[in-house]
């Protein structure tokens, strides 16, 4: 069992940064695949970006690209995300979650098996 805590969220004005972070017990994070999802009221939640095992590649949505990057530390069973030039349509709760990454699910949230409870982002305009 891996338990996962995000923190840093918090009420940001547009154009500003935030950095989340997730702290990880129970297992290592080191065998798995960790993403970051977001799910803001009344929609899905959806994919923002992923971080392989070795940090060797990482993924990101469409609309994060440029502007969010996803890190990890094994050694610290931390990962991060650095949330840059924030809109209001980035508002949303933001999850972390752990999984084997296979390449057809990764981008799903059935792809992982561990989820932390959330932190809210808030973005005003």
């Known amino acids: 069992q891996v338990q996962l805590v995000e923190s840093g969220g918090g009420l940001v004005q547009a154009g500003g940064s935030l950095r989340l972070s997730c702290a990880a017990s129970?297992?290592?994070?080191?065998?798995?695949?960790m993403g970051w999802f977001r799910q803001a009221p009344g929609k899905e939640r959806e994919f923002v970006a992923g971080?392989?095992?070795?940090?060797?590649?990482?993924s990101f949505a469409d609309s994060v690209k440029g502007r969010i990057t996803i890190s990890r530390d094994n050694a610290k069973n931390m990962v991060y995300l650095q949330m840059n030039a924030l809109k209001p349509e980035d508002t949303a709760v933001y999850y972390c979650a752990a999984g084997p990454g296979d390449y057809s699910t990764k981008y799903y949230t059935e792809g992982y098996y561990y989820w932390g409870p959330g932190t809210q982002v808030t973005v005003s305009s």
């Open positions: 971080i392989t095992r070795d940090s060797f590649t990482t």
């Open positions: 129970g297992r290592t994070i080191s065998t798995y695949y």
